[in-house]
């Protein structure tokens, strides 16, 4: 499968190029990417990971950790890590990223934030000129459940007023907002920190200035956290389909 080759190139040259012995507290991200970041740490053997820690950003990865038999350790105890590798959903030019669509944008920001380096490994189909060209789905925001509705209006509103019905609104410029459901889950799908997600599109003009709306949406009462990155990576790694990488810094 060309995309599955792809995320392990982007993991792989990823984890060469920036994860070095001396390279102690590790965080991973969360994602199908991921697997492929922690193999590729396996790989450097028994003897310097036995020396390391490595911090989760949420149950899949905490799982993905305990799985290798690599040690976990806690965001708590580790507030300075030394390198996380993350998934992305899609990266712009300017290395700005739409995350959570894995709903775990909150302890993958935290930990981004947390890192003296942090990197974004994804296949082709993620590297993008502007966000909102590949990722059709809105971004991500993770909400308190008691607010969803009033965000989900006041999200709607970003631009003019329109009317939200209980789980779905439309925006000012025509696009649906949506309350994520569960698929092997009846009712909303729950974060990792008891919240619920809403996937709210916006026109590309918006997603032309990604820190500005992340700004605006950050800044809506309810809201926890937002699934824009910006400004933070210091290098996204791409597989692409013909077996090259592409890096972006
Ligand atoms: O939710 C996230 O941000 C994850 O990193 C995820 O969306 C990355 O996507 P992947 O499964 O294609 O690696």
Request: hydrophobic letters at 40%; charged letters at 20%; one cysteine or more.
């Amino acid at each position: 499968d060309p995309v599955e080759e792809a995320k392990k190139l982007a993991a792989f040259a990823a984890v060469d190029r920036h994860v070095s012995k001396e390279h102690r507290v590790i965080g991973i991200g969360s994602g199908s990417t991921v697997p492929f970041v922690v193999d590729r740490i396996r790989e450097q053997g028994e003897a310097v990971n036995r020396g390391r820690v490595f911090v989760p950003t949420g149950f899949q990865s905490q799982q993905l950790i305990v799985q290798a038999g690599l040690t976990l350790g806690d965001a708590s105890q580790y507030p300075k890590i030394d390198v996380t590798i993350d998934g992305a959903d899609e990266v712009d030019a300017q290395l700005n990223a739409i995350k959570g669509g894995g709903a775990c944008q909150l302890r993958e920001k935290v930990l981004a934030e947390a890192a003296d380096t942090w990197i974004m490994v994804a296949d082709y189909r993620k590297n993008s000129e502007t966000l909102g060209e590949s990722w059709k789905q809105g971004i991500p925001i993770e909400v308190a459940p008691f607010a969803y509705v009033a965000v989900l209006h006041r999200l709607a509103q970003l631009g003019s007023p329109t009317t939200a019905e209980q789980s779905t609104a439309v925006g000012a410029h025509g696009q649906v907002l949506t309350l994520r459901m569960g698929k092997a889950k009846a009712g909303p799908v729950v974060s990792d920190n008891g919240n619920f997600i809403i996937d709210a599109p916006f026109p590309r003009e918006m997603m032309q200035r990604p820190a500005e709306l992340l700004t605006k949406i950050k800044l809506l009462t309810g809201v926890v956290e937002v699934g824009l990155f910006c400004g933070m990576a210091k290098a996204a790694y791409f597989g692409n389909a013909d077996g090259s990488v592409s890096v972006r810094q």
